[in-house]
């Protein structure tokens, strides 16, 4: 009697279940379209990456923005790309532009987000909704958020800023982080222009067991066309593995056999920074200079990525015993133990990968005639085929005090926090920022630049997935 007693609690706590949250195609036409409604080509680019962590991480990458605007090169940064806590941060900034900061601390960072989660482990409810699977859907987080900061905006609206901007999620069936782009939404017969920004985050921070999968359905009624580069690195040994992943995830959601249904949780769960996203533009872009495009590439003089890591030191209590980890400590364990290595892999191929970029731009930029420059870039005025200077920097809690070290490591991953411990994540980043190598590079090289002649106003245009640039 007690153990049918306990399999009928057992059955009414089952995990929350999300329904699909994408819609199908509309007119046959998948992945919708991206919208530029002003593009400044000049010759400084900024890309910044914000790492998982909950609303610490959220308050780290905020407080790199903010000691980016003391600094005047807000007006560069033409890419956020944002995982779990930071992919808050990268959706705000990229919806509301530099003029959303002065608002970001107190409409959300200091805020109660889980004002509408299931998240106290000694209920026995909410413990075996997540064992089950998850214990809370995607309503609750993504509902605050719309309530918030996103108020019910789009990926169209997100796209008028200008900033490009990447959420970043995990495929877990395909073991391979999911970018929430026109391209990925092609292969799934879907329009991104109408899905809420806020869905997007919501599986960006998907932690397992605290939420449920967040659910995609893989549509099949649609006019699609795989990529040239899917095509190419189908048959190319020398294809990355990372964009070999990509293509093979793709193609799954194309095979109703194989994917009727896409599973999405953290992106911390593949990559805790996101800059996978970028090993994959260039390693697609099948040209010396892709991602950026010609005209971009002759007028590019500096460039700096910039990673956010508020990643916090481990407790490793347990190991000063013989008995552990066990239970959920052990599942945290494996879990953390995954993201990190998945974590130091993916930003160690990005900077690899920008390295070789950078060695192929200035190898194309050279073999220009002069004639081809002057054309895209509208001048020979000051022309250096290699003047093109790239850094690429880890912000983090290293270089800190060990005093604030140790503050910042028991501020823990919630979506939750005090407001001290918020203000000390802000003030942790902007200290951070100016104390790193790279970053001190890159302002030191742009004192050193002279301006680009030539540079220009692009008038709007309609960008579809398969374009580059």
């Known amino acids: 009697m007690a153990a049918l007693g306990a399999g009928m609690f057992i059955a009414g706590c089952s995990a929350a279940v999300n329904e699909p949250i994408n819609a199908a195609s509309k007119d046959g036409t998948p992945g919708g379209t991206v919208t530029q409604t002003r593009y400044v080509v000049d010759d400084v680019f900024i890309g910044l990456a914000f790492s998982g962590g909950g609303t610490r991480a959220s308050s780290f990458s905020y407080g790199m923005l903010e000691e980016l605007r003391a600094k005047g090169l807000l007006k560069y940064v033409r890419l956020v790309s944002g995982v779990s806590g930071g992919s808050v941060t990268a959706a705000y900034y990229g919806l509301r532009g530099p003029k959303g900061l002065d608002t970001y601390r107190d409409t959300y960072l200091v805020k109660d987000a889980e004002t509408y989660m299931a998240n106290n482990p000694a209920n026995p409810s909410v413990l075996i909704k997540g064992i089950s699977g998850g214990a809370n859907n995607r309503t609750t987080f993504a509902r605050f958020l719309d309530e918030t900061i996103l108020k019910n905006a789009t990926f169209a609206d997100l796209q008028k800023s200008g900033i490009e901007t990447w959420i970043n999620a995990s495929d877990v069936a395909n073991n391979t982080p999911f970018l929430f782009s026109p391209e990925t939404f092609a292969a799934l017969c879907s329009d991104l222009d109408s899905l809420p920004l806020s869905e997007a985050v919501a599986a960006s921070a998907a ?133 990190g290595a998945a974590t130091r892999v993916g930003f160690d191929v990005m900077r690899l990968s920008l390295d070789r970029w950078h060695n192929d731009l200035v190898d194309w930029r050279c073999g220009l005639s002069l004639p081809e420059v002057q054309k895209l870039r509208g001048s020979l005025d000051g022309w250096d085929c290699q003047d093109v200077k790239l850094f690429v920097g880890e912000v983090n809690f290293d270089p800190l005090p060990k005093d604030m070290r140790d503050k910042l490591d028991e501020i823990p991953t919630r979506l939750r926090l005090p407001e001290e411990q918020v203000d000390l994540a802000i003030a942790a980043a902007r200290q951070s920022t100016r104390l790193n190598a790279e970053f001190n590079g890159f302002l030191r090289s742009l004192k050193s630049a002279e301006p680009v002649s030539g540079a220009r106003e692009i008038k709007p245009r309609q960008i579809t997935p398969d374009q580059n640039g």
């Open 207 to 339: 932690f397992p067991l605290v939420f449920s999968p967040i659910v995609l359905e893989s549509h099949q009624d649609c006019d699609y066309r795989e990529p040239d580069w899917l095509t190419s690195a189908r048959n190319n040994p020398e294809a990355t593995s990372a964009l070999r992943a990509y293509g093979r995830a793709l193609e799954s959601y194309r095979d109703p056999e194989k994917v009727r249904y896409v599973k999405l949780l953290d992106g911390a769960v593949t990559d805790n920074f996101g800059t996978t996203g970028l090993s994959v533009a260039r390693a697609k872009s099948q040209n010396d200079f892709g991602p950026l495009t010609a005209k971009q590439a002759v007028q590019m003089r500096r460039m700096m990525f910039l990673v956010a890591n508020a990643g916090v030191q481990q407790d490793y209590a347990w190991t000063q015993k013989i008995e552990g980890p066990g239970g959920v400590e052990l599942a945290m364990s494996i879990a953390n133990s995954s993201m």
